[in-house]
């Protein structure tokens, strides 16, 4: 099965669109992660410093500990801020924020001895409450609360005072509510999704912008090569990069080359041809001539020279064909065919929109078209339609009469040269032979079928140059 190519183009989007949903989504997950992992940090050192705020107001007197909270950050004097702060000594709350203020004791309770925290620091509450020797004090101890629906993260410095000759066991607990992490992260995600979506789509646009840049050269080298094959051009005269200039280079010389190699054919063929005929319109001359069987073989050499000569000087061996308008070929012979069937005076009618055109040489498509108008001619009674249309894959030629037509079983032999068959014997012989070979080496087909009119109905496809390379 053969895998039809991807256009350079099609190829530079798909990867960049490739890249794009690899490396972006990555990005996101990397700057995404760092961001939660900066929140965290940042939080942790704002909690930090509460905690020093809040053990700077912490008084000991007389054997008691109190908090003054009178310089204390504006966020626990907030109800519902989300950063609580509690101080218990032995059990007993001494003190807690204003942010605090709409939890209950209970709550309060389960939220500073929850089982995650409990967990995390096998029983270290414990000691720190009865056992305040032993607790590990001034060192910052992190863990996780919960209460419903709401998480804290929960810093825990437990202390030691002195007072009266008499340790106080005191611990200051900061509660964070992570939702506000939340917020500011899911804040963040969004802006990062829409800047990196907007990016994407600067990116694709700009590399589009670039490839388009990149491929100007190959694409006026195109509409050059286009220029050509219309028969405006002979050669690639623009200036180019000096990576495409070899090619330049190349494509000229080869047109060149091929000028020339078709001038010189047309002179030797032309030589050719005079050689021949002079030997044979001598033999022509001759009283042997005269006779029947040798007269027959005269014109079956002369014949076939001619179609041989034809068919080697044929414009569709070419390396490149030029695009030539129809139009005007067809006007030509169908006047050509008036004048000479005046006396039948036939009614022509051709079909064909101005820009349909033939890529190939005008002498085999006059050699094409004239053999089978000519024949239609001598065929019709009235009446011939002739019909060009171009096709994205081909174009497409038929030529019609309402003459008697054609037997179903005589149309296997129709092309072969000499053929000429009783109903249809003043146009079929070598002419239709030639008109084969030529729509062979242009890669087409001929076909023969009945006509509306009622006579015959010949339809050639010729396909395009880019069907014939694929």
Excluded at 60 to 88: H, R, Y
Excluded at 372 to 398: E, F, G, S, W
């Amino acid at each position: 099965m053969q895998i039809t190519a991807l256009a350079l183009r099609t190829r530079f989007i798909t990867l960049a669109i490739a890249i794009a949903l690899i490396i972006i989504p990555l990005i996101a997950l990397v700057l995404d992660q760092a961001h939660y992992r900066s929140l965290q940090t940042t939080t942790q050192q704002k909690i930090e410093a509460f905690l020093y705020n809040i053990i700077a107001e912490i008084e000991v007197s007389n054997g008691d500990a109190f908090v003054q909270d009178g310089l204390l950050p504006p966020v626990f004097e907030q109800e519902k801020s989300g950063i609580l702060a509690v101080v218990t000594s032995d059990k007993r709350m001494l003190w807690q924020s204003l942010s605090a203020i709409h939890f209950s004791k209970s709550t309060i309770s389960t939220l500073l001895f929850s089982n995650s925290q409990r967990s995390e620091f096998k029983g270290k509450q414990q000691g720190i409450e009865h056992n305040a020797v032993t607790a590990d004090y001034g060192k910052i101890n992190w863990a996780t609360s919960s209460h419903k629906k709401d998480n804290y993260l929960t810093a825990i410095m437990p202390l030691k005072f002195e007072s009266n000759n008499k340790a106080i066991p005191i611990n200051v607990y900061i509660l964070h509510d992570n939702a506000l992490i939340d917020e500011q992260h899911k804040s963040y995600r969004t802006t990062l999704f829409m800047g990196l979506f907007t990016a994407t789509f600067i990116i694709i646009i700009s590399l589009s912008l670039g490839f388009w840049w990149f491929l100007r050269p190959v694409q006026r080298l195109d509409a050059a090569i286009k220029e050509i094959e219309k028969g405006n051009k002979t050669q690639i005269d623009d200036n180019f990069p000096k990576e495409l200039t070899s090619l330049v280079t190349d494509l000229n010389l080869l047109l060149n080359n091929q000028d020339k190699q078709k001038q010189r054919y047309s002179k030797a063929l032309s030589d050719l041809t005079h050689a021949l005929k002079t030997p044979l319109a001598i033999l022509n001359t001759s009283p042997l001539a005269q006779q029947h069987e040798l007269k027959e073989q005269l014109d079956r050499i002369n014949n076939t020279i001619e179609h041989q000569l034809k068919r080697v000087s044929t414009g569709s061996s070419t390396i490149w064909k030029k695009h030539i308008s129809i139009a005007p070929l067809l006007a030509q012979l169908t006047n050509a065919m008036n004048k000479i069937y005046r006396d039948k005076q036939l009614r022509i009618e051709v079909k064909s929109e101005q820009q349909t055109s033939f890529a190939g040489d005008d002498t085999d498509f006059m050699e094409i078209m004239g053999n089978l108008l000519d024949n239609a001619c001598k065929a019709a009674k009235k009446n011939i339609v002739i019909t060009a249309q171009n096709q994205p894959d081909y174009l497409l030629l038929t030529i019609e009469d309402d003459g008697c037509g054609l037997k179903q079983s005589d149309l296997s032999q129709l092309f072969e040269r000499g053929t000429r068959l009783d109903n249809y014997s003043q146009g079929h012989g070598v002419g239709l032979a030639i008109v084969s070979d030529l729509v062979y080496d242009y890669h087409g087909t001929i076909d023969v079928n009945q006509s509306h009119l009622g006579g015959a109905k010949f339809s050639i496809v010729l396909p395009t140059q880019k069907v014939i390379a694929s």
